[in-house]
């Protein structure tokens, strides 16, 4: 069965700096995607980026990008010049088409001024 | 404007009375979803639909039902709610298209559901 592990509950970053959010997951299949998802303090999930598996050039949203290593099974996320903004709950998230969207227990970021 | 929908927002109710939580959009989405968030546990899937009249169960279906008679209405209902599904719901629905952009799931603002 496929599993989703973002082994980092907390994490904390200077606002301006740079904070990289871990990920990883299991899977036998070859084709999926991946999505990383913020939820504010509003509660609302927000799509903040994705990727397909079988692109192996990384996605970029602006300040978001991502380190997708496949045979590493990685998806960790880089957010760049942190805003305070940025600070909400991560959540990565794997799916296979036509099968349930797997999430991992999330990090929350803190920025501080 | 698309976009996901739940309702009730809010709700506080008491040991076995039932209860549905509706969810609509107005993407013609195929696809739609019914998730619980809990502290520590991230997103669990309960209920999933591909299609109209098609639904299948999650990881965590016990206590709940759902229908899909039209494709933009996917209500979670609650026959007996115990205390155990307090919890916060969102609802997510996304095309099947077989590509990334819309094979995106959106999800709904939540609903926050305490059974006392």
């Known amino acids: 069965a496929q599993t989703v592990t973002q082994s980092q509950p907390e994490m904390s970053v200077q606002e301006a700096e740079t904070v990289t959010l871990s990920c990883t997951y299991d899977?036998?299949?070859?084709?999926?995607?991946l999505f990383w998802y913020k939820q504010p303090p509003s509660r609302q999930m927000i799509l903040v980026i994705r990727?397909?598996?079988?692109?192996?050039q990384n996605a970029t949203e602006n300040r978001f990008s991502v380190n997708f290593q496949k045979a590493a099974k990685s998806f960790s996320l880089k957010i760049s010049d942190s805003q305070l903004g940025d600070a909400a709950m991560y959540f990565c998230?794997?799916?296979?088409?036509?099968?349930?969207?797997?999430f991992g227990t999330g990090t929350r970021l803190q920025v501080f001024p | 404007e698309a976009q996901v929908t739940q309702n009730p927002r809010y709700l506080i109710t008491v040991t076995g009375k039932k209860l549905t939580v509706t969810c609509s959009q107005n993407m013609n989405h195929e696809y739609m979803s019914w998730y619980r968030q809990d502290p520590g546990l991230g997103l669990r899937q309960i209920y999933y639909?591909?299609?109209?009249?098609?639904?299948d169960k999650g990881d965590v279906p016990e206590g709940y039902k759902v229908s899909r008679k039209e494709k933009r209405n996917f209500p979670l209902i609650l026959e007996s709610p115990s205390p155990n599904q307090t919890s916060l719901y969102f609802c997510a629905s996304s095309f099947l298209a077989g590509d990334l952009i819309r094979d995106t799931q959106y999800f709904g603002p939540g609903t926050r559901l305490t059974v006392l």
């Open positions: 639909s591909m299609n109209v009249e098609v639904t």
């Open positions: 990727q397909e598996a079988y692109k192996q």
């Open positions: 899977t036998s299949e070859s084709d999926y995607y």
């Open positions: 998230a794997y799916w296979r088409h036509t099968d349930k969207l797997i």
